[in-house]
């Protein structure tokens, strides 16, 4: 990288897929298309429906198409993605009320297409500010397909081949777009939409194309050809990086495809401890096609599949069929491993178009999760029903979220026993003993834990409601996120309790959520005697690597001193100075 200039900017935002890139800025700016507000005449009317059909037609061929050619490079779990433009291009909904506008209102094709279009995407603007906007580039993505082909336009291209290596920042990106950049020009991209459970953010995984979202970087002082430096591990990027940051980046980047080449050699080998304990080490995933990442990185099991995903980017619910056939593919896709399915937890900052929630003043603690299931035992039961039958010949368990009291527990058992009763008259396949668990994520599941744990088969501990929930902390309010501490002994010390107590009643017990892919409290749980960990994909390889290199013995060791601490600086210090010095002989930084 050539010598930098300008004011050194850092900007903080998610990261969308791992890596470090480093080279010029390539500055896209995609141009919202101008739609002319245009009347037709009345006699006109359906020549300009028969336009719109044919635009969807060739729209939908084009797609069919660049999912074909994409499948070699991102693998043909990945490039289903584009399924769902297909869906959305096919939507009779949206294509009825359009030609509907032709017909009464007289609408040019290309109008009544885009303002239909930005009826529901202000919908959803509306709905919420956080995980259905990751989506809405899909939509976005069919709308400029189809509006481009009536306009003959062809504005903005989205193949982009420089001649050199850059690094792209845009302000939103379309999976059709990210598809067609040159490859092997594209170091980097910056985004400021979208997240890492975008389909952008997925197919730059596949792509091998290190990512960082929500990066708002307009308005800053970089030209096109200045410095860039993505850290898409950190979702960090630096414009106009010092001579300091350069070196110490290119360290870094030699270092992390080191770290990456010795971690794929992990994806095989087993995570056993020094002195024999097998730790079951599971992953957390969004979407059915992530099943691919677990088994690329050895993974025992899908310990939290998060069904919600289905629900949230579409108006309407997803039918029995449909779900039954997302979780059916995973369960065979992980042959005889386990996939835990996690019923919907709708609410707090998960909106469900189609529940029409809205307007609570504490969504995290308002009308979420199993209360909204069992408000509404039709959503529930229809559920039920797709996962007892994807369960069947497939090793499927059920886990019911957010549990408070025994009664919720108890009630939502009853509807799944109505459930088999009425799978079994109807004489449809499915298991009838599918192992059900509990999330213990509220103090009062907590101090329930051992009349729960009479009605479940596992326990599966989730770290950040109960962090949340113990310290009375927000972990979405920016003002007081230094206050949302998972070290905390208030926290650790109900995790104990509730292993101690699973146990004591002959069930199984797991932690799940960000605390479990943290080295140094992962090795916490394991002294505990955990007997799973559940995270992240991309935390698997490098737990492995810490198992192997520890023994039960000195994990236990150090959990029994550490339960006796008064604070999260002094369980985080002594922690580190039991294994800080391994993990930087591993080439690992703690959390």
């Known amino acids: 990288m050539n010598k930098p200039a300008g004011r050194r900017i850092v900007l903080q935002g998610l990261s969308a897929s791992p890596g470090i890139a480093m080279g010029p800025a390539y500055l896209l700016r995609p141009e919202d298309r101008q739609v002319q507000k245009r009347k037709i005449p009345p006699e006109r009317t359906e020549q300009e429906v028969a336009r719109l059909r044919r635009a969807l037609e060739k729209a939908g061929k084009e797609i069919f198409t660049l ?59 509306n709905l919420s500010a956080g995980l259905i906007k990751d989506h809405m580039t899909d939509l976005h993505d069919v709308a400029t397909r ?53 389909h952008v953010a997925i197919l730059a995984r596949a792509l091998g194309i290190p990512t960082a979202a929500g990066i708002h970087w307009s308005g800053t002082d970089i030209e096109p050809g200045g410095a860039v430096i993505i ?31 010795e971690l794929s050699s992990l994806a095989k080998v087993d995570p056993v401890t020094l002195d ?132 919720e527990i108890r009630e939502a058992k009853r509807l799944l026993q109505v459930v088999r009763q009425e799978l079994q008259q109807e004489e449809i396949l499915h298991r009838g003993d599918i192992a059900v668990g509990c999330m213990m994520e509220v103090p009062s599941a907590v101090i329930m834990a051992r009349e729960l744990a009479k009605e479940v088969d ?67 749980f394991v002294g505990m005697g955990v007997d799973s960990l559940s995270m992240s994909p991309n935390a698997i390889l490098e737990l492995k690597k810490v198992i192997r290199a520890t023994t039960l013995v000195e994990a236990r060791v150090a959990s029994e001193a550490a339960l006796k601490l008064s604070t999260a600086d002094e369980i985080t210090a002594y922690l580190m100075e039991c294994f800080g010095a391994r993990f930087k002989e591993l080439g690992i930084l703690a959390a």
Request: charged share 25%.
């Open 231 to 261: 850290d898409g591990s950190a979702g960090v990027v630096i414009l106009n990086p010092s001579l300091k940051d350069i070196k110490e980046y290119e360290t870094r980047k030699a270092a992390w495809f080191a770290m990456e080449r």
């Open 276 to 407: 024999g304990k097998y730790i079951e080490v599971m992953a957390n995933i969004e979407l059915p096609i992530e099943v691919e990442s677990v088994l690329e990185v050895g993974a025992d099991a899908v310990g939290l599949y998060r069904s919600e995903f289905l629900f949230l980017t579409r108006e309407e619910l997803p039918t029995e069929e449909e779900q039954y056939h997302a979780y059916r593919y995973m369960g065979e896709r992980m042959d005889g491993r386990a996939v835990t399915i996690r019923t919907l937890d709708a609410g707090g900052d998960k909106i469900v178009p189609a529940l029409k929630v809205s307007g609570e003043a504490n969504p995290f603690m308002g009308w979420r999760s199993i209360r909204v299931c069992l408000d509404n035992p039709a959503i529930f039961k229809t559920q039920l029903r797709a996962i007892l039958r994807a369960a069947h010949q497939t090793h499927i368990r059920l886990m019911f979220p957010m549990i408070s009291t025994l009664g």
């Open 458 to 524: 596992f326990f599966s501990i989730g770290t950040n409601d109960l962090t949340q929930f113990t310290l009375a902390v927000d972990r979405a309010n920016e003002r007081i996120a230094d206050l949302f501490e998972p070290h905390s002994p208030a926290v650790i010390r109900q995790i104990k309790r509730v292993i101690d107590i699973g146990h004591g009643q002959g069930i199984g017990v797991g932690i799940c959520g960000e605390m479990a892919g943290d080295p140094l409290m992962a090795l916490l």
């Open 67 to 125: 999912r074909s050619r994409i499948t070699p490079d991102v693998g043909e779990y990945e490039a289903r993605i584009f399924d769902s433009h297909i869906l959305i291009l096919r939507d009779e909904e949206l294509i009825s009320r359009v030609i509907e506008d032709i017909r009464r209102e007289f609408w040019c094709a290309e109008y009544a297409y885009y303002n239909r279009v930005q009826e529901i995407s202000e919908q959803f603007r």
């Open 146 to 198: 189809v509006i481009d082909t009536l306009m003959l336009s062809e504005a903005s291209p989205s193949y982009i081949d420089t001649g050199d290596p850059v690094i792209v920042l845009t302000r939103h990106l379309t999976p059709s777009m990210l598809v067609q950049f040159s490859r092997k020009n594209t170091l980097g991209l910056t985004t400021e939409v979208g997240g890492k459970t975008s």
